[in-house]
Structures are given as C-alpha cells and as structure tokens.
C-alpha cells in the first residue's frame, strides 16, 4: 500500500475501530494456553472490542496464528491484519545467552548473527515483531532485570544493540526471516531507585542525555522500527505520558519517525502515579505524548472517543498514531500476505536445527568469563578424575527468565555435555536443593524438602570431592530468582548452595566453581573457597556442551565482565565510569576523611572488562602515532589521531584477547567520569605471536554536555587508555 492508501483506509475507519488499531492484547484471549507476561485481572475486554484490536501479543505457531489471523481480519470491518509481536529476548526456541551474557562477549557479529536466528525461528512460527533489543543502562545489580541489558556502559550497549537490530531487520523486515526490532525501555528503566523494579527514576537531565540516551539512539539510527515506553518516571513524569521526552526527544532530537508502543499497562498504570485521575486522562497525556499503541490497557478504546468529543484531543492526533500502526503492518507486507513467514514446515525445518544449536553453543562460549583460575586448574584433563556437584548439574533451567521454550528436552545439561565429550574418570551428585526449605518462588510455587534428604545430597557431594583429583561446583542463581519482577536485597549465591561449596572445599582443595547467573554476584567468598571460578550466565540450549567444550580446554572462555561485580551488594549501584571526588579514595581502609566506606576497599571485586583466558597476554606502552610537532599529539575537529598498542601471546597455547580502548577528559567545564569505553577488538593470537591494535580518536567521542547544557567537545588535556579491562593503566597523553 502506499501512504495515500493508508491515509484513504483511515479515513474511513470509525472512531472504534481506530481505537481498536491502536490496543494490543494478550493471546489469552485467543488461546487459553498462551503466555501470560503480565496482571490480567484489570483487563475487562467486549467481543466487540476484542473484534477491533490492532495487534496481539505473547502468543506463536504456525499454524495456530494462521488461524487466529483468519478469524480477526473476518471479524475486523475492514479486514485489517493483525501484528503479531513476542519477546523474543535470547532466541525462539534455540536459546542463546541472555543479553547480560552477549554483552559479556563484546562481540556484536556474534550478537547480530543470533538475532538473526531468533528471527528464523520466530517468524517462521508467525511472529512479526520482536520486543527486543533491551538497551537499559544498568548500574545496580539488585534490580533483576540486569539480565535483559548488555551492561553498565552507554557504548558497549549501543554498539550490540544496533547490531541486534541489524540482525532481526536486515535490509527489509518484509523479507523472509526478518522481523521488526522493538528497543525498550525508553527511557533510563534501568535507573530504578534501589534497584527496585518499576520504581522511580530520579536523574538530572545531563545524566540522562549523556548516560542513558545514547544506546536507545544508536539503534534509532540503525533503523530500529519500533520503541516501547517504560514504566518509570522521568522529571517526574511516567514515561508513558511524558510528552518532553517522547515528543522532544525521541521524536524532534532523535529523529525516530517509528511505532512507539507502551510497555504492558503502562498507560493506565499512570492512575497509580496519581499523575491520571481515571484511564480517560492517561489516555489523554499518553496520546498527547506520541505514544501510538496502547499495550494490555483500555484507556483508548475507552477515552479516545470520549477526549475527541470533549475537544481535548484532535482527529489528526489519532489518524498519526493509526498511520503509524499500519505503516508497520505495510512495512511488515501483511496487507498482501496477512500470514507472513508462518510455516509449519519451516518451523521443522528451522527450529532447533543443527546450524542454531552450533552457533548457539559458540555464542555461549564466547561469554563465559573466566574469573580466576589459579594453579592453571583450567582447563581439566579428560584423564584425571573429575566430580561434577551442584543443583545445576542436571537442571535444564538454564536459558534465563525470558525464555520460554516449548520443551525443557531440547536442553542440553551440563552433565550431558560432560558426557557427550567423552570425559573419563567422572562422577555427578547433585549435593543440594536450589534453594532453601520452604522458599516461595515468583510463580508461587514452594519449594520443600526434609533436613534429611538435604543431609543426604551433601553426603553424596562430599564423597565424591574425597576421591577425586578436582571439584567443579555447579551453583548459582534460580531462573526465577532473576528477570522482571526479581529484584533482590541481597545479590548472593543463596545459603544452600554455598554451604555445599564450603563442604566440598573442605575436602577437596582443587576447586572449581561454575557460576550460573543473571546478574553480578558477591563472589568474595566463593574466590576464596575455589582455584577458578568461572561464570556461565544462562546460557541457553547447548549449555552442556558449551561448559564442556571450554573447561575441557576445546574452546577458551570468550568473556569480559559487562558489569562490574562488588565485593558486596552495599557497594551498589557500582560502575566504572564514575565522577571523580574531591577527596578521592586510593583503594584502602586506612584513609581518613575520604569518599568511600570504613568496613569495605572502594573497589570492585571484578571491574568492567575483566576476564582472563588460558594464556597470558602482554601489552606495549601506548603509543600515539601522529607526530605534530606539539609536545603532545594535538585533535582537532578535522583531525583523527590513531593510538596503538603491541599485544604479545605469552602463553603456550593460542588465546583471544578483548582489547579495549578507554578515553579521559582531564578538565571540564562540569565534572568528567575517570574513564569512557570508546572502542574494543578481539584479537586472537597464537603462541609467541604479536599484533599491532589500533584504534581511531575523533573529535565526536568526547563530547558532552557542557556548564551550558550544550553537547560539544571543550579544548583540554586527555589520557587514552589500551588495556585488558577497565582499570588499566596503560595510556599516553593527548591535548585537544
């Protein structure tokens, strides 16, 4: 269709229906049996309301959603298609890592090849669109949803979620196996007071612009087809009715001219803000702010009509939203095929195929970070004697809280990876419960157990620790102990698991600890109980034989630490790129009157880009190779610099190494943080071998936001880091 079609269907759409093009529900209304991802309680929905509605969510198959598409385009009077959208975060039904562990990987080819799958996968069994990627900056540990995000970095997390998008969209999102990119939560979800989900968000403007925004922008620039509101405030304002940053910002500054959906109740979520007295005035702010669709809520099918007559809204408003909502479903193709890729005989096809399982399993290697590894206990011998102990050793849930696969079967666990290398001399015990007795899960349900039982799974990891050469320790953290909704107070490995750890490292001094996790965990003890300590996220579908594969010494664990990791959950929220204080701490106890704390070091146990592999790698001085007859290489605004390093493979065997480049702003008209990401590389090098990595200054990379809230670069004195992580010393000097 072209736009004037668009424009000429709208035009003869009733008030209803145009209401009805702009509300989402869920498939449970359509399917018993789908996916619930939020409150339905609230929701009291007409069969004739449900007869006009624009798009449906969290439901997929084939032959399923054919058939739901047949019945509403009959139904619609205008026999207008529905979009069909899911959270597809960390792949369809082959499950890659969650995004914490793809961001883990700094590696954005391997993070737009798997949304390249998902999106194989997803459109084939009839979805449409995506909620994905997730962007949020994230600094506090506590809040759960961590796992959603790629990190604490602006950069590191625009980069990946650009090439998300590019892997989801391709060239043509109407193409075969291509699907529309939603990036949420805009904006700053992440910054949620306390770590508490859905909480208030307070920051000042310069934060935001400078912290939060960028990584939403780099995907807006990629094209991304779709942005979701959050849940929280910003200036005290809910996002979903918050007309400056909709409107201002994503609409005149970024420049996105796309589908802006709520998240799931969000617009009559402003009646509980107390910023909407009923849901017929957040319908009001919410369309006054340019949000086009209203997901899980009534407010415009109930208040549009009723705002139209009473003059507080326009029909031009309206028609805006209804154009943008069926330009999707054109871009989509959905006019001329209603079904798009839905296939039942490409869901067998694609769907678990054995090129996904592959490039799951290498997308998990490639974000395990190797945390410590003392006395080289990795990677192990297929000869000597290994034991294998831990609730994880055996569970399938290991894909993270916003995965959903059909079949727990198609999951590989970690002792069927073990198996299927052929290790010898091996033996299992599942040595404890997830959790302790009684504990009450998200989902309601309880777990229990007798002491004697619990007795008995330690005896069993005990003995088999006592004969045997070295102790992996399977922990970490449940499936529903992290996600939305999963906020925590403490960030610890819970009671039951580390007391099998302490046993274990009772008896046995070679100690290997896996950690299965969402989100950073106080690891302080668990570093000193073991000789390595790795952690595995949730890896997904191939997590057997990935784990298998690089402890075993196949493959090497590809991972840097994305967000930092303290020494305890009272350090947080915590993150590299701070502001510098005026009394700053030098990282001891014995100090006096400084910025930091009187029972605790002020660093972090694992800072931002932390990670060891096999080898060792040394690194040259840095070296700034343009020569300006300046006592310092001088940047100017139509002038790069290039500043390199010489990486060498000290080790005996090959290894790959995340370089990372990190700038400094000396001086500022406002206070500058210590250090920013600006460019990483992965180099792999065989042993002995030396490379050259170079990377680009420009001028654009250090702007900011000034004293005048203009967003410019200030002339002053700059350092360039090169190192292996965030706490590198290596740099030269630079003026610009």
Request: hydrophobic share 35%; net charge negative; charged share 25%.
């Amino acid at each position: 269709m072209t736009n004037e079609q668009i424009k000429a269907l709208i035009a003869d759409l009733s008030i209803e229906e145009k209401a009805g093009q702009l509300l989402q529900v869920a498939g449970n209304f359509y399917d018993k049996d789908s996916l619930t991802t939020g409150a339905l309680d609230y929701f009291k929905i007409t069969d004739k309301e449900l007869e006009l509605t624009g798009s449906i969510l969290s439901i997929s198959g084939a032959e399923k959603l054919k058939k739901i598409q047949d019945e509403c385009m009959a139904k619609q009077p205008h026999h207008i298609p529905q979009v069909f959208m899911l959270d597809i975060i960390n792949g369809y039904e082959t499950i890659y890592p969650v995004p914490m562990a793809q961001g883990a990987s700094f590696n954005p080819d391997m993070a737009k090849k798997c949304a390249a799958m998902a999106a194989i996968e997803g459109s084939a069994a009839g979805i449409h669109v995506t909620f994905s990627p997730m962007v949020d900056l994230v600094r506090d540990a506590r809040w759960g949803r961590v796992m959603e995000s790629t990190g604490e970095d602006s950069y590191l997390n625009g980069v990946l979620g650009a090439a998300m998008v590019e892997g989801y969209q391709g060239d043509d999102i109407k193409s075969k196996g291509k699907m529309g990119a939603c990036v949420k939560h805009f904006a700053a979800y992440g910054g949620a007071e306390g770590g508490r989900d859905y909480d208030t968000v307070e920051l000042s403007e310069r934060t935001l612009r400078e912290e939060y925004l960028p990584a939403y922008k780099a995907c807006i620039d990629d094209g991304v087809k779709l942005v979701m509101t959050s849940f929280n405030t910003i200036k005290h304002v809910p996002a979903a009715g918050n007309k400056w940053l909709m409107k201002k910002v994503l609409r005149d500054e970024m420049g996105f001219d796309g589908m802006l959906i709520s998240d799931y109740g969000a617009i009559v979520e402003m009646v509980n803000h107390n910023i909407a007295k009923d849901e017929v005035q957040a319908a009001e702010l919410s369309i006054n702010a340019g949000v086009d669709m209203d997901m899980m809520s009534l407010c415009y099918v109930h208040g549009l009509k009723k705002l139209l007559e009473e003059g507080k809204i326009s029909q031009e408003m309206i028609d805006e939203a209804v154009f943008r909502v069926l330009s999707l479903k054109n871009e989509l193709g959905l006019f001329d095929n209603p079904y798009k890729d839905a296939s039942a005989e490409d869901e067998k096809k694609y769907i678990l195929c054995d090129e996904h399982r592959k490039l799951a399993m290498e997308a998990a290697m490639d974000s395990f970070v190797l945390l410590e590894n003392d006395d080289k206990m990795l990677p192990l011998s297929k000869d000597e004697s290994v034991c294998f102990v831990g609730p994880f050793v055996d569970s399938k849930k290991v894909y993270g809280s916003w995965t959903f696969p059909s079949n727990d079967d198609s999951i590989v666990s970690i002792r069927q990876g073990i198996e299927n290398i052929g290790a010898k001399n091996v033996s299992y015990a599942q040595g404890s419960q997830f959790l302790s007795n009684n504990m009450k899960l998200k989902n309601g349900e309880i777990l229990t157990y007798d002491d004697e039982a619990k007795e008995k799974l330690l005896k069993e990891a005990v003995d088999a620790a006592k004969s045997s050469s070295k102790a992996v320790v399977c922990i970490g953290e449940h499936a529903q102990f992290t996600g939305e909704a999963a906020s925590r107070t403490n960030i610890t490995i819970p009671e039951e698991q580390m007391e099998l750890l302490r046993a274990v490292s009772e008896v046995n001094e070679n100690v290997v600890t896996l950690v299965v996790n969402g989100r950073p965990l106080e690891l302080a003890e668990g570093k000193k109980l073991s000789k390595a300590v790795m952690v595995v996220w949730f890896p997904g579908t191939e997590t057997g034989n990935a784990i298998a594969n690089v402890i075993y010494g196949n493959n090497e664990p590809g991972g840097r630490v994305p967000m930092s990791f303290p020494y305890t959950v009272g350090q947080e929220p915590c993150y590299y790129n701070r502001l510098k204080s005026g009394r700053p701490n030098n990282g001891t106890l014995e100090q006096g009157y400084v910025m930091g704390y009187i029972d605790q070091i002020d660093k972090m146990l694992y800072p931002f880009g932390y990670g060891k592999t096999y080898t060792e790698f040394e690194y040259s001085t840095v070296e700034i190779e343009e020569k300006t007859g300046e006592e310092k290489p001088v940047l100017t605004l139509d002038k790069t610099l290039t500043a390199s390093v010489v990486i060498t493979n000290k080790g005996q065997r090959e290894g790959t190494e995340t370089v990372q480049m990190y700038v400094q702003d000396l001086f500022g008209s406002v206070c500058r943080p210590v250090k920013q990401l600006r460019g990483f590389e992965k180099v792999t090098l065989a042993p002995g071998e030396s490379k050259k990595v170079s990377f680009v200054i420009k001028e654009e990379m250090l702007r900011f936001y000034n004293i005048d809230m203009e967003y410019t670069s200030e002339a002053g004195d700059f350092k360039v880091y090169i190192g292996p992580d965030s706490e590198t010393d290596n740099f030269a000097e630079f003026v610009i």
